[in-house]
């Protein structure tokens, strides 16, 4: 959990938006998320950081695209389209607190749903999980790891036509 002076005026600014309890605790969540895979980024170039304001002067539109294209590898439609909103949200707070000059989430637009029939096999065998009276989280774990699976499998090049 990351705290600073910025993070408690973005939690402040929430509240004044009279955002719900959910809502403020996913937006708290995504950007604790979003403060750790920077860190995990800037460590790989020798850069340690500790708090949301030494993060602030490597947050540009550059990074929230690749921010972007990381959460579609690891997260489903859904998640990713609400880990967006809340990075529109933050840019619109950073913008609005004077802390940039532009809102450099503005242009960061959510996904769209993709059909395949990868998605609609995993929806299959999600049903048959559940038929066989396997848990919710049992099932979702699963459908989770063989998305992942196949998307690793579609990104190794090693792996020819799997």
Known sequence: MINDIITEKYYEYLKTKNVNKITFKNYKSDLNKFFNWNKSRLIKKGIEIN???????????????????????????????????????????????????????????????????????????????????????TVKNYTTDVRHFLTWINQSSHIKNA
């Open 51 to 137: 708090t949301f304001r030494e993060i602030l002067p490597f947050i540009n539109k550059d990074s929230l695209k690749e921010y972007k294209t990381y959460l579609t590898k690891i997260s489903k439609t859904s998640t990713i389209n609400r880990s967006l909103s809340s990075l529109r949200n933050l840019g619109t707070f950073l913008y609005k607190s004077q802390i940039y000059d532009t809102n450099i989430a503005e242009d960061i637009l959510n996904i769209k749903e993709k059909t395949s029939s990868i998605n609609q096999v995993l929806k299959e065998y999600s049903k048959h999980l559940q038929k066989n009276n396997i848990s919710a989280n």
